[in-house]
C-alpha cells in the first residue's frame, strides 16, 4: 500500500516535470518576447518575422458618433469583420436587416476596437449635416460659438474635485456608467483571439482618448493594451481633458499598477491638431514638464501616419514644387470644425502638426532637454465608424460611416462620402509570430510601417557596416538584423573608424487577390529630417530605387492602369550628405504607380467623361471640379530610424540618467 | 375599533389605493406615438440616399418611418422608466447641458432645472443612451440557457466555421522576374540539374534573394495566396506533393519558384470543447436578437403607433 502511494508519488513528480519541461522548452527557446499571457505558443513562429497586416483604429456602434449614423456593428462582429465574415450596414429594414453588406477579400490579422471612452461624439455629430442632432440646439450654439461649447462638453465641473461633483469624490460613480460597453468590448477581444496553435487573428484591447484643445482642435489618441489585464473601466477625456492626465492616469492603473498591465498610445490626426496635438503646451494651457514628457515618450511609441481623414505625413502648399507626393489625401483645412464653421476655417500650414516637421521638432527637443519626447514609429489606419476594420479598398467605398453629403432632392447618383476623405489605411507590424505578446512588443520597438491601403512588403534596415550587396544575399535579412537596426530603431553608437550610415531598402509590390490584381510599384525614397548646427531644421527626399517618370497612368475613362512598373525593389543607400555632428532621422516611403481614387471609380461607373458636359449627371459634379483629384499613388511609409551624435534615453547614452533624476 | 380610526392607517390605504390605481391606470393608459412630420420623413429620405445612392421605394421609405417610430416608442419606454433620472450618463450629460445654459446652484438642481426645461427630450445623446438601455433590457428578458445538445446542433450547423485549413511548411529558391534572363527557364535548368531529390544544401545559392526568406512555416494556402499571389496557391493545389522532393517551377506575383514541402498537416477540425465557448455566445446572439424582437413586439400592446401616411410618403417620392 505504502509502496504503492510512493509508486504514485514518484511517478506524478515525474510526469509534472514531463509538463514543466514541455511548457519550459515550449516557450524558453529564447522568445525574443516577453510572454505574458497564458496561451499556446504559434507554429508559423519565425524568428526572423513576418509582417502582420491591421487596423488599430475601429469604431462600432458604441461610439455614439456612429450610432447616431445607424451603424449597428458590435465590436464582437467587427473582430470577425476583419477574420473575413460578412458585416450588414445601414440602412436596415424594419425587421433588421441590412440592405447592404461589406466583406473583406483579405482578412486582416490583427485588429484593435478602439470606440469613444467617452460613449459619446458630439462633435463630429455637430459637424456632420444629415446626422440626428446636428439641427439640436446644442449643435447650434455649439457651431456658433465653439469657445463656449467647448465649456458645455469639455470643461471641469465648478466642483473642484477635477471631476464633475455628482460623479462621486473619486468619479466612480460615472466610470461605472461606461463598464458596461467596456466589458463588452473586453469579451468580444477574448472571444476572437485565436490562442490556440494556429495564431490565425490577433484581437486587442483599445479605446480611444477623445480629447479636444480650446480651439477644438484634434487632441485624439487611441490607447492600445498588451493583453487582458486592463484598467477596470476606460480613462476618457471627461475624466480628464489633457493629455498629461491620460498620460499620468494610465502608469498609475496600468504600467506601474503590478497586475501585469502594459499600454501604449497612438495619437493620430495631428493633420487637424492645428499644431496643438505636438506642441509643448496641454489642453489646460499648462506647459508640459520634463517628467510630462517622459511618460509621452514612455507612452506614445507610435503615431498614425494617415486615415480616413488625410494624411499626416507632411505638408503640401499652393505651388509647392519639392516633393508634391506630400499633396496625397491632404485636408484641405487644419482643424476639423473648419469643415463646417468659416469662423474658425482655415488652410492647413506647414506648422500644424505635420510629422516630418515633428520628428525635426523631436531632434531639437533633444538637442535641447537631452531627450526626444517625438521618436514615434508609424502606422496608418482606417478610423472606420461602420465597425469594418481594414475596409480600405478604393472600390465600393461605402463611406466612412454613411456621412456623406445628404442628398439633392431629386436623387441621382452621389457620392458615398465627402470628397476630401478617403478609405484609410493598414497598420503592418513586423512580429514573429500573430500573437499579443509579439504585436505589442513590435509596436513598442516601432518595428511598424503603415499603408494607405494596399498590403506591399517593406524592409528597412540602418547601419555602419552593412554589406553592400546586401539586396543579392539570399539571407540579408538576417545578415541585416547582425549588422543594423530595423526601421523604427536607433542608430547604434558610430564607430570610432567613422563611415557614413548605410540602409537597405527593400520592397515587394502586393501581390493583389484573383479579382484584383496589386498595383505594380513606381519608386522608392528615403526621406531625411535634420537638425544643423545653427539648430535649423531641414528635410530632403532621396530617390533611392524605381523610377518616377516611367511613364505610368491611368485612364480616368475606365480607371485602367497604363505603364509599366517594378514587382520588387530593394537598394543599398549611403546618406551621401552625412555630418556626424548633426542628429538626423531617416524614413522610406514605397510608391506604387497611378491608380483610380475611389471616387474616380464612383464617377466612372456612372460613365463621367469631363471632356463631355453631357455625361455629367447633377450629384456628381465634383467628378470634374479642381478640388477632385482622380487618381492616387497609393505608399507605404517606414517608420523612422534615428541617428544621433550622443545616443539619447533608453539607448545606453548618458542622458540616461539626467531623464531617471526627473522621473 | 381604535385602530380602525387611527389616521396613519388612513393615509396608509389611502396611500396604496392610489398606488394601485394609478398603477393599473398607467398599464391601460396605452401611450400614443404621434406621426412623424414632413421635415423628419424628409431627413429619413436623405439618409437613405445619401448612403445607398438610390431613391427609396415607397416600401422602404414606409420601413424607414415604421423603424423610426419604433425608436420613439423605445425612448418614450425609456421615458417611463425613469432612466433619465437614473441613468449616471444622462445626468452627467445633463448636468453638463444645464452649466452651458448657465444654470447655477448644486448639481442636483442643475440637473433639475435642465428637466425642467425638457433638456432630455431633445438631447440626442440622452435619447440615444436611453434607447440603448431599453434595447438592452429587451435583449435579455426572454434568453435561455444552451442544453448541451443545444450547441451540439449549433455545431455541426456551422461545421465550415471551425475548420482549420491544411498548412505546409517548405523551403522555396525565386526566380526574380525582373531580372533579364526569363525566370522559368531559370527555375527548370535549376530543377533539372538538382533533381527532385536534391539536398536542401546543393540549393544553397541558387535563385534570387526573397524578401520574406526562403524557409517558411505552418503557413496555409490561403497565407501562401496572400504572400505570393493567387498564382501561386492555385499553381500549389494542383501539385502532387511528396515531402523532402523538389517541386516547379510555379508561378507568383513576383516571379517563378521551386518549391520543397518538408511537412504537410493536414485540414483538422476544432473540437466541440475548444469552440464550446463561442459556440455558446453564438447561442446567446442569436437569443438576444429574438428577445428583443419579443419584446418590442410587446411593446407595441402597450403603445399606439400612428399609421404611418401613405400620402406623406407619396408626395415626398414624387
Known sequence: ?663 | MRFLKQPLLHFMVIGLLLFTGSHYLEKQQRETIDPLDNETVQGLRDDWIRQTGRLPSQQQLNAMQQQELESRMLFAEALRRNYHRDDTVVLQRLLRDAEFLGIEGSDEEKIRAAMTLGVHLSDEVIKRRMVQRVERSGRLRYIESPAVADLQALYEAESQRWIVPARYSFRHIFYSADRPEDPQQRAANDLANLGKKGAVESAAGLGDPFLHGQELNNRSLQDMTFMFGAQFSDALQLQEIVTQEWLGPLPSAYGQHLLRVSEIYPESRRSFAEVKPKLEQLWRDEQERQSLRQYIGDLRQRYVIADITEDQGRVLTQ
Not at chain 1, 465574415?85 to 486582416?108: A, C, D, M, N, V
Not at chain 1, 466589458?183 to 485565436?194: G, K, L, S
Not at chain 1, 507610435?302 to 514644387?321: A, D, I, R, T, W
Not at chain 1, 439633392?408 to 452621389?414: K, Q
Request: hydrophobic residues 30%; contains cysteine; proline residues 6%.
Open chain 1, 1 to 663: 500500500m505504502k509502496s504503492g502511494l510512493i509508486k504514485r508519488a514518484v511517478w506524478q513528480f515525474f510526469l509534472q516535470f514531463l509538463v514543466f519541461s514541455a511548457v519550459v522548452q515550449a516557450d524558453s527557446p529564447a522568445l525574443p518576447f516577453e510572454r505574458t499571457e497564458q496561451r499556446e505558443p504559434c507554429q508559423h513562429f519565425n524568428r526572423l518575422k513576418i509582417p502582420l497586416f491591421g487596423d488599430t483604429h475601429v469604431h462600432t456602434k458604441y461610439s455614439l458618433d456612429a450610432s447616431t449614423q445607424d451603424t449597428r456593428t458590435t465590436p464582437l462582429q467587427a473582430y470577425e469583420f476583419a477574420r473575413g465574415k460578412r458585416i450588414g450596414l445601414q440602412p436596415w429594414t424594419e425587421t433588421g436587416e441590412p440592405t447592404r453588406s461589406l466583406k473583406l477579400s483579405r482578412p486582416l490579422d490583427f485588429a484593435v476596437v478602439t470606440d469613444h471612452a467617452e460613449l459619446f461624439g458630439e462633435v463630429s455629430m455637430c459637424n456632420s449635416p444629415g446626422m440626428e442632432g446636428y439641427d439640436g440646439w446644442q449643435c447650434r450654439l455649439y457651431r456658433r460659438w465653439p469657445r463656449a461649447a467647448f465649456f458645455l462638453f469639455n470643461t471641469k465641473a465648478s466642483s473642484g474635485s477635477g471631476r464633475l461633483g455628482f460623479c462621486g469624490d473619486d468619479g466612480e460613480v460615472c466610470r461605472a456608467a461606461g463598464a458596461g460597453p467596456w466589458r463588452e468590448m473586453r469579451q468580444a477581444a477574448e472571444q476572437t483571439y485565436d490562442r490556440s496553435e494556429h495564431c490565425e487573428f490577433t484581437s486587442l484591447i483599445g479605446y480611444e482618448w477623445t480629447g479636444a484643445s480650446e480651439n477644438l482642435s484634434n487632441l485624439h489618441r487611441n490607447v492600445i493594451f498588451r493583453n487582458d489585464k486592463v484598467p477596470a473601466v476606460p480613462y476618457s477625456f471627461v475624466d480628464e481633458p489633457t493629455a498629461r492626465g491620460l498620460w499620468t492616469s494610465l502608469e498609475e492603473t496600468c504600467l506601474d499598477s503590478g497586475t501585469g498591465c502594459d499600454a501604449l498610445i497612438i495619437p493620430h490626426n495631428s493633420n487637424l491638431s492645428d499644431g496643438r496635438m505636438f506642441s509643448l503646451t496641454d489642453a489646460d494651457g499648462e506647459m508640459f514638464t520634463d517628467a510630462d514628457l517622459a511618460k509621452r515618450s514612455r507612452l506614445e511609441r507610435l503615431v498614425e501616419v494617415m486615415q480616413h481623414k488625410g494624411s499626416s505625413e507632411c505638408f503640401y502648399g499652393p505651388g509647392q514644387l519639392e516633393d508634391e507626393l506630400c499633396a496625397f489625401e491632404q485636408l484641405p483645412y487644419d482643424k476639423f470644425s473648419g469643415k463646417f464653421m468659416s469662423l474658425t476655417r482655415s488652410a492647413p500650414e506647414k506648422d500644424d502638426g505635420f510629422l516630418r516637421d515633428v520628428l525635426n521638432d523631436g531632434l531639437l527637443l533633444e538637442r535641447e532637454r537631452g531627450y526626444n519626447p517625438y521618436q514615434m514609429g508609424f502606422v496608418a489606419s482606417t478610423d472606420t465608424h461602420l465597425g469594418a476594420p481594414g475596409a480600405v479598398s478604393e472600390t465600393g467605398f461605402p463611406g466612412h460611416g454613411g456621412a456623406g453629403d445628404p442628398a439633392s432632392a431629386d436623387a441621382g447618383p452621389s457620392f458615398p462620402d465627402d470628397l476630401e476623405f478617403n478609405p484609410g489605411g493598414l497598420a503592418v507590424v513586423w512580429a514573429e509570430e500573430n500573437s499579443r505578446d509579439a504585436i505589442f512588443e513590435a509596436m513598442q520597438n516601432k518595428e511598424t510601417y503603415g499603408t494607405s491601403g494596399p498590403r506591399m512588403s517593406v524592409r528597412f534596415f540602418g547601419g555602419w557596416d552593412l554589406d553592400r550587396n546586401l539586396c543579392e544575399a539570399p539571407n540579408f535579412v538576417e545578415q541585416s538584423y547582425r549588422d543594423g537596426v530595423p526601421m523604427g530603431g536607433q542608430m547604434p553608437a558610430r564607430p570610432d573608424k567613422g563611415g557614413d550610415p548605410r540602409f537597405v531598402l527593400s520592397a515587394l509590390m502586393d501581390p493583389g487577390t484573383i479579382d484584383t490584381p496589386g498595383t505594380p510599384l513606381q519608386r522608392m525614397q528615403i526621406i531625411k529630417g535634420w537638425i544643423d548646427k545653427a539648430g535649423e531644421k531641414h528635410q530632403r527626399v532621396y530617390e533611392v530605387a524605381g523610377n518616377p517618370a516611367n511613364g505610368a497612368s491611368v485612364d480616368l475613362l475606365n480607371c485602367k492602369r497604363k505603364g509599366d512598373g517594378y514587382q520588387r525593389l530593394c537598394r543599398v543607400w549611403s546618406d551621401p550628405e552625412f555630418k556626424a555632428g548633426e542628429q538626423a532621422y531617416y524614413y522610406a516611403r514605397v510608391v506604387e504607380n497611378p491608380s483610380c481614387r475611389w471616387s474616380q471609380q464612383v464617377c466612372v461607373a456612372n460613365k463621367v467623361n469631363c471632356s463631355n458636359p453631357g455625361t455629367i449627371p447633377d450629384g456628381l459634379e465634383r467628378c470634374c471640379s479642381d478640388e477632385h483629384k482622380p487618381t492616387i499613388q497609393e505608399r507605404a511609409w517606414t517608420s523612422p530610424i534615428w541617428y544621433s551624435p550622443e545616443l539619447p534615453v533608453g539607448q545606453g547614452g548618458k542622458q540616461q540618467a539626467a531623464l531617471e533624476d526627473v522621473e
